[in-house]
């Protein structure tokens, strides 16, 4: 099989996770915190790391991983229907794994699919459990429908945090420079506790978290991938500091004085990491 056949499909895989991980962490937040909160948020973090395997794989074999989300199953009214979705959500995957195994015929690839197959396997038999645990457990949608100045602020963070996930994450897997990759997916990280906390907060304080994301910088090259990610930075600690100031909630405001200092301190890492490269050119 040409290589580009098989880069299409580790997309598609790598699309599907990515709608998984969309699909497990809104359940996550929007059930508020508690045991079963937790155990989906973790398995949304074994989703992470498949979609890092096939990232790496899809590099590897000279393609561009994409950043389209795959189908997310957003239906249901009740805590237990969403579960049945997720338990269907790994149906899909399932199907889709065993149907690329079949097809792609390198060994390595074949092995890493397997992999994740049975992790796969292993969530849906999870979510099936969680269906009766949550009739038996009573647990709710505990979204609200409040809009106001502060769920106005905590949207626009979520958004930014997204859209940031996504570029740094594929900065790193673009970038060939170790300490660039390595300084890039650590940032993603932040920004994914980042989206956690105003996620939390929104949905504690009576909102409802969508988590869409805005343009997103696929520069390939180094000092243009930390162009952007300096201005992202830049802008965006100003917009937090700024937000900061505005809000009387003192809880809020630490909050997001907190993700500021982050911000700023992303800022001077990709600075440094710019001005290094410079110097070594
Ligand atoms: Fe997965
Ligand atoms: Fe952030
Ligand atoms: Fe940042």
Redesign the pocket.
Known sequence: MDKEKVIALLNEDLEGEHGAIVQYLIHAYSMGEGELACEIEAIAREEMRHFDWLAEAIVDLGGKPSLKRGKMRMEGKTVSEWMGQDVLLEEDAIAMYKEHIKTIDEPGIKRVLQRILSDEESHRDDFRHFVDKVKREGLKDIRGDRKDKVTKVLDWGIEH?YT?ILQ?LFHSYMARNKEIKKQMED?AI??MQ?LGWLAEELVGGGGSPRIEHTKIDQSTKPAAMLRA?IE??KK??AEYDRAAKDIADEKLKKLLLR?RD??V???DVFTDLLKKMKRQS
Do not use: F, K, P, R
């Open positions: 945090e940031v740094y940032q932040n920004e980042h990610d992202i930075e965006v600690a993700i982050h911000e301190y992303h800022t």
